[in-house]
């Protein structure tokens, strides 16, 4: 059966320090990876990966995927309380874009000051 | 500032009553997806649209729950009846095909029963 999961289930930081959320996958026909953070309400998008090695950055997140291997990484630096949120990790499969994604079930990101 | 909205975004029924959601999705997008999310289960999805045909509602139990798109511009999510287990929030996401896309998520109808 296809799963993606996501390690750590939650994990408690200090303001400052650095994270680094985990997700692995067992899925045929792979097509994309996509991060998101959920807040108390929608999850928006963060990242979508489909080549190995390349990385992708935004301001503090920054995310990588290794398809040989089956993971992922998401890397927040610096964090800041309003990192505070559930990260999801998804994907989709299948030849075409269009197909639902396949979520893990998050890592619950506390930043405290 | 496109968005997905969504309505209601509370709703709390007794057990037995029929459950009306409804989806906006973002103008354009061609691709319009049920998900369900507990606790226990995460996200999972329910059915998915592609150009307002149904293409996959193998998440859905068949005997309460339908799912439609009258029009381009709504989508909607039905349960009759509804039962104490379908207590959850229910979101619904839109994208543009058929390249890869990015599904942008709508605020979700939180739905209890009593």
């Known amino acids: 059966e296809d799963k993606v999961v996501q390690s750590p289930l939650s994990l408690v930081v200090h303001e400052g320090d650095t994270v680094t959320l985990n997700c692995s996958y067992e899925v045929t026909n792979f097509r994309s990876l996509l991060w998101y953070k959920q807040e108390k309400k929608a999850p928006t998008f963060l990242f979508m990966l489909t080549s190995s090695g390349i990385e992708k950055k935004s301001g503090r997140l920054s995310s990588i995927l290794d398809k040989k291997e089956l993971f992922s990484i998401l890397n927040i630096t610096a964090t800041q309380t309003g990192d505070s949120a559930i990260y999801l990790c998804a994907l989709t499969q299948g030849d075409s874009g269009n197909t639902p994604l396949v979520f893990g079930k998050g890592t619950r990101l506390s930043v405290i000051a | 500032d496109a968005r997905v909205t969504q309505t209601p975004r509370h709703k709390v029924t007794e057990m037995g009553q029929e459950v009306t959601m409804r989806c906006q999705p973002i103008l354009g997008h061609n691709t319009v997806f049920w998900y369900r999310q507990t606790m226990m289960q995460g996200l999972e999805l329910l059915a998915y649209?592609?150009?307002?045909?149904?293409?996959?509602d193998s998440g859905m139990p068949k005997d309460r729950f339908s799912a439609e798109m009258p029009d381009a511009t709504l989508a909607t999510l039905k349960i009759q009846p509804s039962e104490p287990r379908d207590s959850a929030v229910y979101f619904c996401a839109s994208g543009q095909g058929p390249a890869l896309f990015e599904q942008y998520f709508g605020p979700g109808t939180r739905l209890t029963v009593t």
């Open positions: 649209f592609r150009n307002r045909a149904p293409l996959d």
